[in-house]
């Protein structure tokens, strides 16, 4: 007998969709489960017994506007293919919601490991936890040093007032997802305001770059994922949300990924300097990036919160999201004094 779907995922309408849109691929019944984990956008393994493939759609409730843009994600994928970051080979896009109730698209399944913690870190040792994160900036330059145009990206974002532009949609994404008193959150926005420095060359920006976003084999990274939020942008904002997820013991942060706490994971400094040096970038304005970092985590953190609150997202460990919001603004206030 075979299991059920998981939810948000049909596999015999997927199935069917495959089979017309890429004759050929499955081969058999299709088999469905989550990837734990995920906080936002949901992620799968399917599979027919021979072969495996991952499909990524939106949260089954609440959707903010922008978030979650399927199309986006396929794109860009699609156009780093040739390049030196690695990605996953785009497979269907899928635009018609009455296929699961949602856009979606499917891509190859990529061995490797998404580490979310220390305790993970620890077991391949110190040695080659440096290894792994001189990778993860590495990749990231990588990144940012391919040329949009190129890549048929070239009208993928708005680089002009980007920042300004970002501080807006935050904010309005808070607006959104607001349902309670959160001190703090609306000072840290206006500081934020009211300082926008000014960006350096634009470039592809992935918009929430972490170890526990990437796979990794060995040193390899062998998949840069979840991609809902690129866009071209300021890369130093990429940069930045490295540094404050690393900063996430100074308000116990528990839902957030504690990789830098693993032995020979290298300090934040160490992290800047290999970035900065790499690239060639200024980064001499980064507590600015990180105020703005910490106010997009706490954003992003509330509007998962209001989805759970309303009972519309799938899966657990979501009951001390919300706690982590507040504390979030706090260290974005505490990073931006003199």
Same mark, same amino acid.
């Given at each position: 007998?075979?299991?059920?779907? +998981? ?37 799968y ?7 495996? =493939? ?10 903010? +506007? ?23 080979e ?13 856009? *979606? ?35 990231? /330059? ?13 009208? *993928? ?13 935050w ?21 934020l305001?009211?300082?926008? +420095? ?25 998949? /840069?994922?979840? =991609? ?6 300021d ?30 994971y ?12 790499r ?8 507590n =600015?990036?990180?105020?703005l970092?910490? *106010? ?11 989805? *759970? ?16 919001? /507040? ?12």
């Amino acid at each position: 007998m075979s299991s059920p779907d +998981p939810p948000g995922l049909d596999t015999g309408r997927l199935r069917a969709y495959l089979d017309e849109h890429v004759p050929g691929l499955v081969s058999g019944p299709l088999t469905g489960q989550v990837v734990p984990g995920g906080r936002s956008n949901l992620t799968y393994i399917v599979g027919d017994g021979r072969s495996r =493939w991952v499909v990524r759609r939106p949260p089954l409730g609440h959707v903010l +506007p922008t978030a979650h843009d399927m199309t986006r994600e396929h794109r860009v994928i699609s156009a780093l293919a040739p390049t030196p970051v690695p990605v996953p080979e785009a497979i269907a896009l899928c635009q018609d919601p009455d296929v699961l109730g949602a856009p *979606f698209y499917v891509m190859e399944f990529v061995p490797g490991t998404p580490y979310r913690s220390d305790t993970e870190l620890a077991g391949v040792g110190s040695e080659r936890t440096r290894a792994i994160a001189d990778a993860l900036i590495d990749t990231l /330059v990588d990144l940012h040093a391919v040329d949009p145009g190129s890549v048929g990206l070239a009208d *993928f974002g708005r680089p002009q007032g980007f920042l300004a532009r970002q501080l807006r949609r935050w904010k309005k994404q808070l607006d959104a997802s607001r349902s309670r008193d959160l001190p703090g959150i609306d000072r840290l926005h206006d500081r934020l305001a009211t300082a926008v +420095p000014a960006s350096g060359g634009a470039a592809i920006v992935h918009g929430d770059y972490r170890l526990d976003n990437v796979l990794v084999q060995g040193t390899r990274i062998t998949a /840069v994922l979840d =991609w809902e939020m690129s866009t071209l942008g300021d890369p130093l904002t990429d940069l930045a949300l490295l540094v404050a997820y690393a900063e996430r013991d100074k308000v116990d942060l528990k839902v957030v990924s504690n990789v830098c706490s693993a032995p020979g994971y290298p300090a934040i400094d160490q992290v800047i300097n290999r970035y900065a040096q790499r690239s060639g970038r200024d980064v001499s304005a980064l507590n =600015w990036y990180v105020g703005l970092a910490l *106010f997009k985590l706490a954003v992003i953190l509330e509007g998962i919160y209001y989805r *759970f609150s309303q009972g519309k997202t799938v899966g657990a460990g979501f009951d001390e999201i919300g706690a982590a919001v /507040v504390p979030l603004a706090r260290l974005g206030n505490e990073t931006l004094k003199d």
